[in-house]
């Protein structure tokens, strides 16, 4: 069986993934509140930046973004248990 050689010197080996962020409007039924979210993601995408001659490929998942808008409450309903 053949080996694999790698150069370490060209090898990136981190995979990042930002998922179900939910950014929008400051409206309250979205669930992102930029006053208390948006310096961690601020945080993440600094350090990221930071070590980007690791890094393989950032990966965007989910709902990075969410414009819709919902019934919070009643939605929450459905969702609790008797």
């Not at 053949?2 to 993934?17: E, G, Q, T």
């Not at 039924?29 to 001659?53: C, G, K, M, Q």
């Amino acid at each position: 069986m053949a080996k694999l050689k790698i150069r370490r010197s060209n090898f990136k080996d981190k995979i990042y993934v930002l998922s179900d962020i939910h950014m929008g409007t400051n409206a309250p039924t979205v669930l992102y509140r930029r006053d208390f979210h948006e310096p961690y993601l601020i945080a993440a995408i600094n350090y990221i930046i930071n070590n980007a001659s690791n890094v393989e490929m950032v990966v965007l998942l989910g709902d990075i973004f969410d414009f819709g808008y919902t019934h919070q409450k009643k939605t929450l309903q459905h969702l609790m248990i008797y």
